[in-house]
């Protein structure tokens, strides 16, 4: 069974502090790890794919195949960066993805 | 830019009724998901569908049923519905690879 585990529901820090997002998930075959994101009145979207190694944002994820883990960062917070963030999971070949509980994350100013 | 597009944003039922929630759209994409955000709780995903005609039940299928007569449009019905199933529901959409799109939610609120 696959199984996301964000253990933070709620996070928050200052504008300007680096930021860490929690996930660890659990899969027997070769995993996709996502990041999605829902801004306050806005749908639910993609923030990055861990296959694509790329930086949105200014944040980034590393697959971390030893711990199981997949931790969305950020050096610097923005106040913008306030949302609502799920780690997801999916095979490489497709099929249905797995989503963690979520966590809020509140940047104050 | 992928549109998927629910039919309601708001929608009031009462207890018994059934209820249909549709969902658009308009990339081609063969897989399309319907999910359920509460609280707390996250994305638990409801069905999903493969193909036109396909479906397979997600985590939590009790108490709903759904449609795939067109590739593009997936619906989600709730043959009674309680007071249990108020909720947002989320819509999505995906091809290869895996990346899914959603629609903006329909909350639902049965009383």
């Known amino acids: 069974a696959q199984r996301v585990t964000q253990p933070e529901k709620l996070l928050s820090v200052f504008k300007g502090a680096p930021v860490e997002l929690k996930c660890n998930y659990s899969?027997?075959?070769?995993?996709?790890l996502f990041w999605y994101v829902q801004y306050s009145r806005q749908r639910l979207q993609l923030l990055l794919r861990h296959i694509s190694r790329e930086s949105i944002k200014g944040f980034t994820a590393d697959l971390n195949k030893g711990e199981t883990s997949f931790h969305l960062k950020k050096p610097f917070a923005q106040e913008e960066d306030s949302a609502m963030y799920y780690c997801?999971?999916?095979?490489?070949?497709?099929?249905?993805?797995?989503f963690g509980d979520g966590t809020t994350l509140t940047v104050k100013p | 830019d992928v549109k998927v597009t629910q039919s309601s944003r708001y929608l009031v039922k009462r207890t018994g009724e059934k209820v249909f929630l549709e969902c658009v759209q308009d990339m081609d994409h063969e897989n399309m998901f319907w999910y359920r955000q509460d609280p707390g709780l996250g994305l638990r995903l409801i069905y999903f569908s493969y193909d036109v005609k396909m479906k397979e039940k997600g985590d939590i299928p009790e108490g709903y049923s759904v449609s795939r007569e067109k590739k593009e449009r997936f619906s989600l019905i709730l043959e009674s519905a309680s007071t249990n199933q108020t909720s947002m529901y989320l819509c999505?959409?995906?091809?290869?690879?895996?990346?899914?799109?959603f629609g903006a939610g329909t909350r639902l609120s049965v009383l």
């Open positions: 899969y027997s075959g070769s995993p996709e």
């Open positions: 999505a959409s995906s091809s290869n690879p895996n990346i899914q799109y």
């Open positions: 997801a999971l999916s095979g490489l070949h497709g099929g249905k993805s797995t």
